[in-house]
């Protein structure tokens, strides 16, 4: 028995199916990945590329933002800092910490200030997530996700 399965294998592993399959496979997850992109911002003059040296006082964009709150108060933000939801703070993915940024809710007109103490947010379509009393400032306690306009107040340097 053991002889036949040797024998099986090896005619297999002869016969190169097995690698034209691998290379296959190998080729398409190369040109899927080849083909993903990185998020991108404008500056408003048509530049698109990494936005974490590029970013001006001054500079605004319109995103989608939601809010978190006490299921994350008193965790750790990614600049070390524990999570308050009741301070006027946000996460954004590239701007510096203790950058402060105007943000407008589009729908309702109501705008507040907030700084950058965090990453994220971790969910695809969104680029800013707030802070639960930033949200409330906003309108936004209730609904949860709106469309806001984003400006650079003060950028720190890092």
């Not at 990494?50 to 994350?72: D, L, M, N, R, V």
């Not at 008193?74 to 600049?79: P, V």
Request: aromatic share 12%; charged share 20%.
């Amino acid at each position: 028995m053991q002889a036949g399965k040797r024998a099986i294998l090896r005619q297999w592993f002869e016969s190169g199916w097995w690698l034209k399959r691998a290379l296959l496979y190998f080729l398409l997850i190369f040109f899927l990945t080849a083909c993903a992109s990185k998020p991108r911002f404008t500056d408003g003059g048509g530049w698109a590329g990494e936005p974490s040296s590029h970013f001006k006082i001054g500079q605004s964009w319109i995103c989608t933002t939601s809010y978190y709150g006490a299921e994350f108060d008193g965790r750790r933000t990614a600049s070390s800092e524990m999570f308050d939801m009741n301070k006027m703070t946000a996460a954004h993915p590239y701007l510096p910490f203790g950058t402060i940024l105007e943000v407008v809710n589009l729908s309702t007109g109501a705008e507040c200030r907030v700084r950058v103490n965090d990453r994220g947010p971790s969910i695809p379509g969104r680029s800013l997530d707030i802070s639960y009393k930033a949200a409330q400032a906003l309108g936004l306690d209730i609904q949860g996700v709106a469309e806001v306009r984003v400006t650079i107040i003060e950028l720190e340097q890092q």
